[in-house]
């Protein structure tokens, strides 16, 4: 998790000073199973869509 704020950290920084951003760091939950590396459940799934509905215009990323 470290890593991840860091890599958005510096992403965010190296963009030009003269453009303002916004980062937003979202973990997800609603877990399908209790594996090392679960998929979304239906409902983590309605979540994350809900999620970029409601930030238009914004990119996003998985890692």
Known sequence: MTRLICAALIA??????????????????????????????AAGVERAVALARSLPGATSTSC
Request: net charge negative.
């Open 12 to 41: 965010a920084f190296a963009s030009s000073a003269a453009q303002a951003q916004t980062v937003v760091l979202v973990r997800h939950g609603e877990k399908a199973d209790q594996s090392a590396d679960p998929v979304l459940s």
